[in-house]
Each structure stands twice: as C-alpha cells, then as structure tokens.
C-alpha cells in the first residue's frame, strides 16, 4: 500500500458526487479487504448494514442532523476547524442523497461500567475494519468519511432498520459515494515528533 494512499486519504464531504450510483459489487469487494483488519481473539464481530434505500436514507439523514447539531450546540470552534466545521454541515445537509450509507455494527452489547480492557477490545475490534474500507474505497475512486453523530439516536435507528438493539451495537456509519476531481494533500498534522516521547513520559 503506497504511503499517498495512507496520507491523502481525508473525511470526504463535498467531494462526494451525490449524482452517481455506487455498485454493490465494489462495496462488497471493500467490505472483503475491511474484513482483514485485526479484531480481539479474532472474533471478526463486525457486520455491516448498508441502506440505498431513499426514504429510509432520508429518515437517518433527520437523526443525524439531530446528533450533529447537538454536537455543535455551546460549543466555539477554534478558527482552525471552521473549515471542517463547513464541510460537516454540509455532509449533514446531504447525507441523504449520499448513494450508499454504511453502517457498521458490532455483535454485542457493553454493559455500561465495563473495564477499560473490554472497551479497548469492543471498540478496537470494529475501527481498524473501518479504516481499511476507507482505504480500499479510495483505492477505487470512492470517498467516505467515518462519522458517529447519528449513534445519538442509535436506538431510533436500530429500530427502524429491524437491528436487535440489546444484541448488536451500531459504532459507526461510513457514507460512500464516487469521488469528484480534486487535489489531495497530506492533512496539517502536528509532526509525529511533537507527540511522541521515548522510554518514559517527559
Ligand atoms: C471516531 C470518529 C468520529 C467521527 N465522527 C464524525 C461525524 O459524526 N461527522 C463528520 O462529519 N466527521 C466525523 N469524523 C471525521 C473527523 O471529523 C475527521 O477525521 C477529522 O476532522 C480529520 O479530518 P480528515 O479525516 O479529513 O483528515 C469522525 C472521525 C472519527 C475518527
């Protein structure tokens, strides 16, 4: 894997081409490669729910714009993220004409005081797959961003997709699209350097 693809690939909103169909065929080919990602004791919890479907697109598209404004709600964003704040509402005006949304789930449910160790695992069994089908996305001329703003209303959801809610967990939905024209550039990032410490905490 080339190290532009690891750089360049961004959270892409406005780049999404609302106007063409993504096939079933390149998300199942991506949702192949996403599968290879690690998971604890291998237990490949993930599952993944994809809607095409406008009207049932159309009704998470309401719930998210819930969540997504309740997360900006009492707070000022600092001048650097203006750009993303942008490209955020945005996603969140579209989403529903975004052609594919994925949502991915895990098998099980926390119980709400769970050790840090079994958090790390449910959460870090699912986010590597993620990653990867961004990637592979991308590979193919597709673009999607990670977003979590909707799982406010995951019961909601849950509800309206027939997702047995106390058996499965919604822990991210990746919507996908073609990618427009575009340049892409490694994001402004704080260098490795400045953030990294060696053999004790100083
Ligand atoms: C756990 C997680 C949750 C996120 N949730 C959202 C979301 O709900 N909506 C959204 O537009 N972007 C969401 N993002 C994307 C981030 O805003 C984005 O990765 C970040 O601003 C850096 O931009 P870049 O990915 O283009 O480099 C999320 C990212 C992560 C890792």
New binding site residues.
Partial sequence: MSTELLTT?????RRLDLTRPVERRDLLECLDIAVQAPSGSNRQPWRFLIVQDGETKQQIADY?RK??AA?LSGRTPRPDQLG?LA??RY??DHLAEVPALVLVCSLGRLPAASSPSRLASFYGSI?PAVWNFMLALRERGLGS??????LAYEREIADLLAIPFDEVTQL??VPVARLLPGSDGP?RRAPAAEVTMWDRWA
């Avoid at 690939?9 to 909103?13: A, E, H, Q, V």
């Avoid at 961003?145 to 909707?150: D, E, I, S």
């Fill in positions: 690939t961004r959270s892409f909103r998210y969540g997504f997360n993303d490209s955020g996603l969140a986010y961003c990670l977003t979590t703003a909707h991210a939905m994001a």
